[in-house]
């Protein structure tokens, strides 16, 4: 599976983004998908994920009432609708996907076997 993100930029603090994570050669429609980031010195970290199937989200404390996780019909491309953002949410943000994921691995990002490359997010106070 193919992942491209996109839609990172800088923002001032309560603007709002949206990232998107496209897949290509098949639809996410068995895969679980997230948004994970990762901060300058910090690890990778769990943001947000859509179950498989599409009917469950997950969202990290940090992040839940801002950010929304979902998918579009056709199921080829997952967002991440980025609201009310704060500076503590400048990071690399990374989509992925994996097909076999276990409920109690979704938040460890060492489970999930596809990423997509990247795109920055920068929020300035």
């Known amino acids: 599976v193919q992942l491209q993100a996109s839609g990172g930029g800088m923002v001032q603090a309560g603007g709002s983004l949206r990232l998107s994570c496209a897949t290509s050669?098949?639809?996410?429609?068995?895969?679980?998908t997230g948004w994970f980031r990762q901060a300058p010195g910090k690890e990778r970290e769990f943001v947000a994920a859509?179950?498989?199937?599409?009917?469950?989200?997950f969202y990290a404390d940090s992040v839940k009432g801002r950010f929304t996780i979902s998918r579009d019909n056709a199921k080829t491309t997952v967002y991440l609708q980025m609201n009310s953002l704060i500076p503590d949410d400048t990071a690399v943000y990374f989509c992925?996907?994996?097909?076999?994921?276990?409920?109690?691995?979704?938040?460890?990002?060492?489970?999930?076997?596809?990423w997509g490359q990247g795109t920055q997010v920068t929020v300035s106070s």
């Open positions: 050669g098949r639809t996410f429609g068995s895969y679980s």
């Open positions: 859509l179950w498989r199937g599409g009917q469950r989200t």
């Open positions: 992925a996907a994996d097909s076999t994921l276990i409920l109690s691995s979704l938040r460890d990002p060492q489970h999930w076997d596809y």
